[in-house]
């Protein structure tokens, strides 16, 4: 889909004007020029890109390429890489999605170019639809409303990635299980995925609000540092939980470890218990003493023996209780 929003100050936006018109409205530095491609075919795009007087290799990063998020100046416009993520999240699954945001940016005009819907972009557009204002402070000043849309995109992700930390912390020390390890590796492949993201960003940010660019009005620099700001406070987000992540793993091994330390106790107790009657079994069950009725040991088979063996074997596993107790083994 191509679409395009055409500003003049006095008259009313244009929308959906001819591609065959651009170069010409560019021209007229008064004029303000949006052009928005979504999942729009290479050959499509390429003509209309070329008939703004595009770089070659400009346009084939644009169209072809993937790209980290970068900043190459061209003299007369800047073409910008912008990443952007979609985090989806369910009871047993994390989905991130990660696309990038093409954007050339010149004096009176900008492209933006992406394979599938940006919300970031739908919400640009939607201002500067209602609102023609939204359009006066110029081109530059327009990325800087796409740029901060974008960025506060991630905060929602960010706020569902800390809920869900809170409960797999709860989860840890109520009922930890293999689902909830899983959980989360899961939490941690996300972060890294932002992460990376979150970085270059914050350098191509940092490059629009301190250096010296032929479209972009020195003035409008501080709109660009405010959006740098907000990326090292997500930089820091990130990273502060990323290390709950990883203390939530820690908790959730010692947790473990500890729960089959005490199982581990346990049956150790059980069998340390059973040793002795096991063994006093074993000896009166020997065939050490024959049923003759007038041997004299047979005297010894009769009740006080049978007796005393129960005794031996009801005491014997209480006193090694006892003592094991006063050791502090249990």
């Known amino acids: 889909m191509i679409r395009s ?5 006095g008259k009313p936006i244009r929308k959906n004007v001819s591609p065959k018109e651009f170069p010409g409205l560019i021209r007229n530095r008064r004029g303000l ?12 795009c390429l003509p209309i890109l070329q008939g703004f007087g595009f770089h070659p290799l400009a346009i084939d990063d644009a169209l072809q390429e993937t790209h980290v998020p970068k900043l190459d100046d061209w003299g007369d416009y800047l073409y910008i890489v912008l990443n952007y993520m979609v985090i989806t999240n369910g009871d ?14 010149g004096q009176n ?13 739908e919400e640009t557009w939607d201002v500067c639809d209602r609102d023609s204002r939204t359009l006066q402070d110029g081109a530059d ?8 849309n974008l960025v506060a995109g991630y905060m929602p992700s960010v706020e569902k990635i800390d809920a869900a930390i809170d409960e797999i912390e709860d989860q840890v020390f109520d009922k930890p299980s ?7 590796f899961a939490l941690k492949r996300v972060l890294l995925a932002m992460r990376r993201i979150l970085l270059p960003q914050r350098e191509v940010l940092n490059k629009l609000a301190r250096d010296d660019y032929r479209v972009i009005d020195p003035r409008d620099r501080i709109f660009f540092r405010d959006i740098y700001d907000h990326l090292v406070r997500l930089h820091d987000l990130n990273e502060s939980l990323r290390d709950l992540v990883s203390g939530a793993l820690d908790m959730y091994l010692s947790v473990v470890n500890n729960r089959m330390n005490e199982i581990m106790k346990t049956l150790t107790t059980i069998t340390t218990l059973f040793m002795p009657m096991s ?8 065939n050490f003493f024959l049923p003759r009725p007038n041997d004299a040991v047979w005297e010894l088979m009769q009740r006080p023996v049978f007796y005393l063996t129960l005794g031996l074997l009801t005491i014997t596993p209480i006193l090694m ?3 094991m107790r006063r050791r502090t083994w249990i």
């Open 5 to 9: 929003l055409y500003y003049l100050p």
């Open 33 to 44: 020029l949006w052009v928005d491609f979504t999942d729009e075919p290479a050959s499509s």
């Open 92 to 105: 047993e699954y994390w989905e991130t999605k990660v696309d990038e945001l093409d954007i050339f940016l």
């Open 109 to 121: 005009y900008i492209v933006t170019h992406h394979d599938y819907p940006v919300s970031a972009i």
């Open 141 to 148: 000043h327009l990325l800087y409303k796409i740029a901060d």
């Open 178 to 184: 293999p689902r909830t390890l899983e959980r989360l």
């Open 279 to 286: 063994f006093i079994a074993a000896v009166f069950g020997m």
């Open 321 to 323: 209780y006892l003592w």
